[in-house]
């Protein structure tokens, strides 16, 4: 007899209904708004945590990856709490220092530790879904993978921006910025030895694979296929959530890459000393809660599939999450928009197109020509 699972949630007493805090933050500013809902996500989640411990964290199996993650979580919790304890005393800055350096390492020991410990070197999903999103899908090892070269590339940019402000009296400043550019953006020259999961390709394939099974159906027209329809149509509001989730994945990717990345570590590397030592980057508290749910949007996605896995969560209800995350980051991102050029992410969004996969040739060749206009216009 097939034993069946029974989905379990925090007491009605003790939930918290992220959805209900939209109207609410639709009145506050960006950041403000970005700094509540990231508590209060965090806050539902290490609450979720600790209600599902015996069945998420307390298992014999995977407990390097379990300890590393249930620590990870505990971190970013601490971030968002403490993002207004923010000052420009050395000591306030060394803690901040400390803080990125633990959470990058702490990330990237996650992802590493569950492709050692949930290697799933054997599943194979269907054409065009990600392990993230859909629920008959699983993480595969390769996208475990992939994704610790990004939790890398965050520790190695958070070392570059503090080390920005470390050298800005430099005597060669603008020699040491570019040395530092250059080895902030290095990693990508390994980036092709690593998996590639492209957002374009894989739902293109899986659309184009459902649009064919919607033509055998109407084809066959027989009855078991209309009373196979009809079951199918419970879950398409759930599908299209699904599809409008990864397309919103997939320009974040973008906006990550062009702003957040190339954007701003060119545009603060052909910065002057002084609008570095003015720049909000990476201590002022709006950076702060950006930073926190960057790397809080790049576990989340694993952790809350996870949660569906272990069936203590439905997936609609990690799709509702997921939603509510994306709104936020993308609220909290806005900060980057003041310290950055818009020419160089532009510049650094077409090169990506038109000489692809050299990012590191394109990184420098935009920071010199940066370089070259500071100089010709003072």
Not at 41 to 48: A, G
Not at 65 to 78: C, E, M, Q
Not at 87 to 107: C, K, M, Q
Not at 327 to 333: D, H, K, N, Y
Request: aromatic residues 12%; proline residues 2%; charged residues 15%.
């Amino acid at each position: 007899m097939q034993r069946r699972f029974k989905q379990t949630s925090l007491p009605k007493r003790n939930t918290v209904s992220l959805m209900d805090l939209e109207p609410i933050m639709s009145r506050l500013s960006a950041t403000e708004a970005a700094t509540v809902g990231a508590k209060m996500f965090l806050l539902w989640m290490v609450l979720f945590a600790v209600y599902n411990a015996t069945k998420v964290f307390f298992r014999v199996h995977g407990w390097r990856h379990r300890l590393a993650g249930g620590v990870h979580l505990l971190w970013l919790f601490v971030g968002a709490w403490t993002a207004n304890c923010t000052s420009d005393t050395p000591d306030s800055r060394f803690s901040i220092f400390v803080y990125d350096i633990l959470l990058g390492i702490f990330g990237t020991a996650a992802t590493l530790t569950a492709a050692r410990d949930f290697p799933h070197k054997l599943v194979s999903n269907a054409v065009g879904q990600s392990g993230t999103l859909h629920k008959k899908a699983i993480v595969t090892q390769a996208e475990m993978i992939e994704h610790s070269f990004y939790q890398a590339l965050n520790l190695w940019q958070a070392i570059y921006l503090h080390a920005l402000h470390y050298f800005s009296n430099s005597n060669q400043q603008r020699v040491t910025n570019s040395v530092l550019l250059f080895l902030v953006t290095m990693p990508w020259l390994f980036r092709h030895l690593l998996p590639v999961h492209s957002f374009s390709h894989n739902w293109k394939v899986y659309l184009k694979q459902q649009n064919r099974d919607t033509n055998d159906s109407m084809v066959r027209n027989t009855t078991e296929t209309r009373t196979a329809e009809k079951g199918k149509s419970k879950n398409t509001a759930t599908g299209d959530l699904e599809v409008f989730l990864y397309r919103i994945k997939k320009w974040q990717y973008v906006f990550y890459k062009h702003v957040i990345l190339h954007g701003v570590n060119i545009s603060l590397a052909v910065a002057s000393t002084s609008a570095i030592q003015d720049s909000a980057i990476p201590y002022s508290r709006s950076w702060r809660i950006f930073w926190v749910l960057l790397n809080t949007s790049y576990v989340m996605e694993f952790f809350l599939q996870s949660m569906v896995k272990a069936r203590v969560l439905s997936q609609f209800t990690m799709l509702r999450l997921q939603r509510f995350l994306m709104t936020i980051s993308s609220l909290s991102a806005l900060v980057v928009l003041r310290h950055v050029r818009v020419w160089i992410c532009f510049s650094s969004l077409i090169l990506n197109f038109v000489h692809r996969h050299h990012d590191l040739g394109n990184t420098m060749g935009i920071s010199f020509v940066a370089s070259m206009w500071n100089e010709l216009h003072g």
